[in-house]
């Protein structure tokens, strides 16, 4: 990720109850798209296995083949199929993207690195609020 800008598009897209919002202009959405497919090309598992280096037989590697095959078309299209998908927008989404960590493999991690950014510090702030007012009140009845 390379600017803030560039993060909180993806904070924005990678978040169920967010990424099909009208506040999100029609033009602005291919780069939201194109972002979220760019972190995704860089997380996405490079997985390459030479058959020559192996001891199978010719049809075992063409069993092999398919298989692969398959599962990789469907991991290749995560990106696809997360913005086709029709999301529940009262669901917390660590809870949604938890539940979807198999069909989603890689968008899932992205999204639990993303979303765990808090997007202001108003909580860290009404944190350290607290514990001085809970310090506080203990240094007076110590004196």
Not at 22 to 29: F, G, L
Not at 44 to 64: G, K, N
Not at 106 to 128: D, G
């Amino acid at each position: 990720m390379d600017t803030a800008e560039n993060i909180l598009y993806l904070a924005t897209i990678i978040n169920p109850q967010l990424r099909d919002l009208p506040n999100i202009p029609d033009a602005e959405k291919p780069k939201f798209e194109r972002i979220l497919r760019e972190e995704y090309n860089k997380m996405r598992p490079a997985t390459q296995v030479r058959f020559e280096d192996t001891q199978m037989s010719q049809s075992m590697r063409r069993l092999y083949r398919n298989q692969h095959t398959a599962a990789h078309m469907s991991r290749g299209d995560e990106v696809e199929r997360y913005m086709r998908e029709v999301v529940d927008y009262q669901m917390d989404p660590f809870e949604w993207w938890f539940q979807r960590r198999k069909t989603y493999p890689t968008l899932s991690k992205m999204a639990a690195r993303v979303l765990a950014i808090l997007p202001t510090s108003v909580p860290c702030e009404r944190a350290f609020a607290a514990a001085g007012r809970v310090f506080t009140k203990v240094c007076y009845f110590h004196f």
